[in-house]
């Protein structure tokens, strides 16, 4: 409950000057009765009759000048309006600025890998590490051997997978931001033992390190720190729509002296 001084300073810093609850409000001071009368109508002159005088048969008695009821012969008396005090407008736009909206995490998995002079940076489908049978790591492998490259990457690190957001609970900031750095940190750290091309499958991949969307499939990006990174659709994409292996070959092709050229 508000106490009633407390409620007259927060009407107070809002600029109200004239309140009215609709209900009685506990601890509130006495409400002014006349202010919570309806307003009526203001009368005009000239256009509002007399009102009629209902006079019973058996009144004998006959009306005095200082009876209450007006003569017949007199306009009634019209009703004086007394000027209300004006309402102060109430500022609805706050002094201090808003505080921006607070995005969710996103939420992803992926793997770094490296095949000789090529860091693999792939979005994980199930949000686990690949087995050797599953159908997404067995399209990577035919990937690295139609490019020269060897058909069994390795783990890097611990060979746990990238996984955001990091915590499940706490005040540390896990926006898309945040996750965008941390993903390009631990690719800059490795990048850093060596690596002439880095491919980054899948969505999560091309947003978090490549800071590119869908419509950089199949294209070289150039990221500060990172050097030369090559966009690609997920492996589970390319395995429900086929059709885009024939873009993604092309690519490839034009591509391949970049790992394969010897170093100068």
Do not use: H
């Amino acid at each position: 409950m508000i106490a009633e001084q407390r409620r007259r300073a927060y009407l107070s810093a809002m600029q109200v000057g004239v309140w009215l609850p609709r209900v009685e409000l506990p601890f509130a001071a006495p409400s002014r009765l006349p202010l919570l009368e309806p307003e009526d109508e203001p009368v005009e002159l000239g256009e509002e009759a007399a009102p009629a005088v209902d006079v019973a048969p058996s009144a004998a008695a006959p009306a005095t000048p200082s009876a209450a009821a007006p003569l017949p012969s007199e306009a009634p008396r019209p009703r004086v309006e007394m000027p209300r005090p004006a309402v102060a407008p109430v500022e609805t736009r706050s002094e201090t600025p808003s505080a921006p909206a607070v995005l969710p995490p996103p939420r992803f998995a992926l793997q770094l890998l490296r095949a000789g002079d090529c860091l693999l940076l792939v979005e994980l489908p199930t949000g686990e590490p690949f087995q050797s049978r599953d159908p997404a790591y067995l399209l990577l492998r035919d990937m690295l051997r139609a490019a020269g490259l060897p058909d069994s990457p390795l783990q890097v690190g611990d060979g746990e997978p990238i996984r955001w957001p990091l915590l499940v609970r706490g005040g540390m900031d896990q926006g898309p931001e945040a996750a965008r750095d941390y993903v390009q940190g631990v690719l800059a750290g490795e990048l850093e033992q060596g690596g002439r091309c880095t491919w980054l499958i899948g969505t999560p991949a091309l947003r978090f390190a490549g800071e590119v969307d869908e419509t950089a499939y199949n294209r070289e990006v150039q990221v500060d720190g990172l050097g030369v990174l090559w966009a690609l659709p997920g492996l589970e994409l390319l395995i429900d729509e086929p059709a885009r292996k024939g873009e993604l070959w092309k690519a490839m092709r034009r591509l391949m002296p970049r790992w394969l050229s010897q170093p100068e």
